[in-house]
């Protein structure tokens, strides 16, 4: 089969600091490929890497069979990038910067025009589309980038954090314009930092932290490799954190985390029957729970899991 993109043992340092540390990859055609990590993990390293911004300083990288590194230039014909900050030009309005680009590669004026017109109206920037950029709002910005990232109908596009410090409506919009994109049949590789945004969007996510692939599936396949499912409840009141911890540890051998939310915890069960017995022993012990619910783990509880980084663990 031939992928979208195959990447095998990519590398790349800065100075002593390898900072992509020999990742594979594999992407279908069509699919969306969501690399996850937070901060520094090497994500825009790798886009980079994979879009002939950046040579790589080992491995190899073939994008629909073509290698970046000997054909970079059959490789650009094929591809979008669409960067983590943005690149237009804020003195024009949306309209001429899609205008603009057509133009830049070779279609007429008219041509142009027609262009820009059906893309502002994809993209619900129709009323906005004679506004200047330097007007628009983050989310206005974002959607006129993935536009400009179209204008040519590429195979591949890749989108660097699309909707990094956006709201959440605006963030909602982006990932109807993504969806809109897998419809037409492109492939996209994108980066985020945002669990749900992986798990909304993707058909395949890899987990990068520190240069390094550290789990690899879809979505469910990863909260699924957690081999966890997770007990979530509520109390109706204040109670101490630390009774409630060392109740379910003493007698279940069980893990509390805390929630942004004081009056939430989530315990990391094994199987239902550990969820059941840790509710009794809270009830005859009257913790105050208001309700209680068994699910998957959240992308973000699986993120943990795998970095053992984020949030605090209260008890061990
Ligand atoms: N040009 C550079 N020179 C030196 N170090 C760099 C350079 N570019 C990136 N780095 C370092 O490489 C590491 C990975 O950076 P990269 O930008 O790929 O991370 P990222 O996952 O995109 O992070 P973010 O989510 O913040 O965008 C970081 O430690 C960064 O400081
Ligand atoms: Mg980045």
């Known amino acids: 089969m031939q992928y979208a993109i195959k990447v095998n043992n990519l590398k790349k340092s800065y100075n002593e600091n390898q ?3 020999g990742i594979n990859l594999q992407v279908k055609k069509g699919e969306l490929f969501a690399l996850l990590g937070p901060n520094g993990a090497g ?3 790798t886009i980079h890497m994979l879009s002939t911004l950046l040579k790589p300083d080992g491995g190899t990288v073939l994008i629909g069979g073509v290698d970046v590194v000997k054909n970079a230039k059959d490789v650009r014909k094929k591809i979008s990038l669409t960067g983590q900050f943005a690149a237009l030009d804020e003195g024009l309005s ?3 910067n899609l205008m603009l680009i057509a133009k830049l590669h070779g279609y007429s004026n008219k041509q142009a025009r027609s262009i820009a017109n059906t893309l502002t109206q994809s993209f619900d920037l129709f009323e906005a589309r004679n506004r200047m950029v330097a007007n628009y709002s983050g989310g206005m910005r974002r959607r006129l980038d993935i536009a400009a990232s179209i204008v040519t109908q590429p195979d ?3 989108l660097d ?3 990094t410090g956006l709201d959440p409506q ?5 990932w109807e314009v993504i969806r809109s994109l897998l419809k037409l049949g492109t492939t996209v590789l994108l980066t985020t930092q945002y669990l749900e945004e992986a798990d909304q ?3 395949q996510i890899a987990v990068i932290n520190k240069g390094t692939i550290i789990a690899e599936g879809t979505p469910n396949e990863l909260k699924a490799s957690v081999g966890e499912k997770t007990l979530s409840f509520r109390l109706t009141k204040p109670y101490e954190h630390k009774k409630i911890c060392s109740i379910l540890a003493d007698q279940h051998a ?4 805390e929630d942004d939310d004081p009056l939430v915890f989530k315990i990391p069960v094994i199987e239902t029957r550990l969820a059941n017995d840790a509710i009794h022993t809270l009830l005859v012990n009257e913790v105050p729970l208001d309700e209680f619910a068994l699910g998957e783990p959240s992308l973000d509880e699986v993120f943990l899991a795998l970095t053992e980084s984020k949030h605090e663990e209260v008890v061990r």
Do not use: H, M, N, Y
Request: proline residues 4%.
């Open 19 to 21: 900072v992509v540390k």
């Open 43 to 45: 994500k825009t390293t």
């Open 94 to 96: 949306g309209l001429q």
């Open 156 to 158: 591949l596009i890749f």
């Open 161 to 163: 954090e699309p909707s």
């Open 170 to 174: 605006s963030r909602i919009q982006v």
């Open 201 to 203: 969007l993707a058909d």
């Open 254 to 257: 069980l893990s509390v985390f």
